[in-house]
């Protein structure tokens, strides 16, 4: 789904930041992995973005 495409076409209306990306794999990933509680998305070696809902 992601591989080799622009994540503004994948994304919608939402802003392709890392923030996002990390929710939409989360979202997708989840009913299949019930275990999985966080997803980070790495933007360089020292910038990432977590998201964990609350």
């Known amino acids: 789904m ?3 495409r622009h994540l ?3 994304m919608g ?3 392709s ?3 996002n990306l990390a929710k939409m794999l ?3 990933f ?3 992995f019930p275990q999985l509680y966080a997803v980070e998305v790495s933007e ?5 973005a977590i998201y964990e809902p609350e």
Request: glycine share 0%.
């Open 17 to 19: 930041s890392a923030e």
């Open 13 to 15: 209306p939402l802003n």
């Open 44 to 48: 360089t070696p020292k910038t990432t």
């Open 8 to 10: 503004n076409d994948i």
């Open 2 to 4: 992601l591989d080799h």
């Open 30 to 32: 989840k009913p299949d």
């Open 26 to 28: 989360y979202d997708i």
